[in-house]
Nanobody
Framework: QVQLVESGGGLVQPGGSLRLSCAFS????????MAWYRQPPGKQRELVAA???NYADSVKGRFTFSRDISKNTIYLQMNDLRPEDTAVYYC?????????????WGQGTQVTVSS
């Protein structure tokens, strides 16, 4: 069974940086398609970044996705944070078998950008 645990969220001033981590437990980490999503207050969950190098337009040039296979962990480096980046950030792992997707989610980590 796959479990995902995010960490690294918090309160940061505009222009600041945070690095989120997502630890994957279970087997077959390298076979999963990994991504970061976020859900701003009162809005729907949206894709932020996905492997290997895909980003939402709103974060391009500011956020960087990375993966460390040796540690079964993915990261989201977030620079030049803006108030509109405030959201709960979720780690997602997806596998596809016979055209059927199975998604796993972490519990989320809160990121608040405010002065």
């Amino acid at each position: 069974q796959v479990q995902l645990v995010e960490s690294g969220g918090g309160l940061v001033q505009p222009g600041g940086s945070l690095r989120l981590s997502c630890a994957f437990s279970g087997s077959g980490f390298s076979r999963y398609f990994m991504a970061w999503y976020r859900q701003p207050p009162g809005k729907q969950r949206e894709l932020v970044a996905a492997m290997p190098d895909n980003y939402a337009d709103s974060v391009k040039g500011r956020f960087t996705f990375s993966r460390d296979i040796s540690k079964n962990t993915i990261y989201l480096q977030m620079n030049d944070l803006r108030p509109e980046d405030t959201a709960v950030y979720y780690c997602n792992a997806k596998t596809t078998f016979f055209n059927l997707d199975t998604n796993y989610w972490g519990q989320g980590t809160q990121v608040t950008v405010s002065s």
